[in-house]
């Protein structure tokens, strides 16, 4: 995907979000996001795309020293629906005027501008999946955004400690593997473990063989990786060095 479909996509999560609680009761719980309710939620989407706003108008150069940033919150938690889909609009406003291809800071691999619309996709979509796990709703991501999910989540993984701070432990003694594959398409990524830390190994890099694997289709394993699902579920087959995954997924918390 490029960077404009990343921004009609993240308009259309927006608008899947809106739609899956505005009828809903904004108190419900949500069990992936233990401690939170859909209000919360909500409020988080809506202040992410708020912040990504502001960093892309800004254009930042360097880390921010704070994240402040006007959030124009509803007073009645009734309100937040639309008032995500008013910081979406913003976003998308923001996406069109701005050059995508621009150099800027972010804190993952991508040093330019579309970092934080592809960023702000997975987020919203993450936590649209979010509100339908909460509702009863079966999430449905389409295999090759999902894909394009996964991707992004294991290409910035290695650079998310500061505030994913598990992932430093992600290592091992001498050189181990975990490959990632899908079963409704061509998505494959092979992640190298060393002792100095971790990276998704090149596709053209060889072997191709892993220590371990997971196979799934390419939506159940972006939700794997983001903890939405049980790796023990019958959706998965697990292959290989079965203590290799349970670091992974012990510490790859995001």
């Not at 990632?180 to 092979?190: E, H, M, N, R």
Request: charged share 20%; glycine share 6%.
């Amino acid at each position: 995907m490029n960077p404009a479909q990343h921004g009609a996509a993240v308009a259309a999560e927006a608008a899947g979000f809106v739609a899956t609680v505005k009828a809903a009761d904004p108190s419900t719980a949500v069990p992936t996001c233990p401690g939170w309710t859909l209000a919360d939620l909500t409020q988080h989407v809506g202040s992410v795309h708020r912040w990504f706003t502001e960093l892309l108008r800004r254009r930042v150069q360097q880390p921010p020293t704070s994240r402040e940033v006007d959030l124009r919150l509803p007073e009645d938690p009734a309100g937040l629906p639309d008032w995500l889909a008013q910081s979406a609009s913003e976003a998308a406003e923001m996406f069109a005027a701005t050059d995508l291809d621009a150099p800027m800071w972010a804190w993952g691999v991508d040093q330019h501008a579309r970092f934080w619309v592809r960023r702000m996709l997975f987020e919203t979509l993450v936590h649209r999946a979010d509100a339908e796990l909460a509702l009863g709703i079966a999430p449905h991501i389409d295999p090759a955004l999902a894909a394009d999910g996964i991707d992004e989540f294991l290409t910035n993984l290695p650079y998310a400690s500061p505030f994913a701070p598990l992932t430093a432990q992600l290592r091992t003694p001498d050189h181990r593997s975990i490959r990632f594959s899908c079963t409704d398409g061509d998505g494959d990524w092979l992640i190298g473990l060393r002792p100095d830390g971790f990276a998704l190994v090149s596709a053209d890099a060889e072997p191709r063989t892993a220590d371990a694997t997971v196979r799934g289709t390419a939506a159940d394993l972006l939700l794997l990786l983001y903890g939405r699902r049980d790796r023990g579920s019958d959706a998965f087959r697990l292959l290989g060095d079965q203590d290799l995954l349970a670091h992974w997924f012990t510490h790859s918390a995001f």
